[in-house]
């Protein structure tokens, strides 16, 4: 699989180094699915909890036994934010190289969403944030250190701008 290196970081955290490289458009089997989740207001959704808040991260996780990427993005928007998935579109692919020796493939997605009124935190997520496109990536904690996260952004905000104008169309036939 080619990496574009330009779009390819480390991050240490907890004693381990981890190779983070943008793949774009490749076709694999993912190990985690993300979302870059908007609302019907063009709110970004992100989710943290206490030891890591203010800095946030992306609802999604590990896609169990039998799931396709979509159904556990399903599943894990339910889980994390009580938001539920209505449209989704793939923005692309990242590798991550543990020092350990994993290799986990990653893939995220745009999804429209619907936030349910009622939220109880559940597993790790404690806290569920709406944050404008303009704050983002300053409140995503990879937002500014990995150099893939404008460039995701930027794709699914050009879905985002897609789906608005195709609704509005419907709306006017």
């Not at 019907?40 to 999604?60: E, F």
């Not at 036994?65 to 793939?90: C, F, K, V």
């Not at 990242?94 to 493939?105: I, K, M, N, V, W």
Request: with cysteine; hydrophobic share 35%; proline share 5%.
């Amino acid at each position: 699989m080619p990496v574009l290196s330009k779009y390819t970081h480390k991050w240490e955290h907890n004693g381990a180094v981890i190779t983070f490289s943008w793949l774009g458009d490749v076709d694999i089997r993912p190990d985690r699915a993300y979302a870059f989740a908007f609302t019907s207001d063009h709110k970004m959704l992100l989710v943290t909890d206490p030891l890591w808040s203010p800095a946030c991260w992306l609802p999604g996780g590990g896609i169990e036994d039998g799931e396709t990427a979509e159904q556990a993005l399903a599943r894990e928007l339910i889980e994390e934010a009580n938001a539920t998935l209505h449209q989704s579109a793939r923005i692309g692919s990242q590798r991550a190289d543990h020092s350990t020796g994993e290799r986990l493939h990653s893939t995220y997605y745009w999804c429209r969403v619907t936030l349910g009124k009622d939220f109880s935190p559940e597993h790790e997520i404690t806290e569920r944030h709406l944050v404008t496109p303009d704050e983002f990536l300053d409140r995503l904690f990879w937002g500014r250190t990995d150099p893939a996260a404008p460039l995701m952004l930027e794709r699914a905000l050009a879905m985002e701008q897609s789906y608005r104008s195709s609704a509005a169309t419907t709306n006017f036939r």
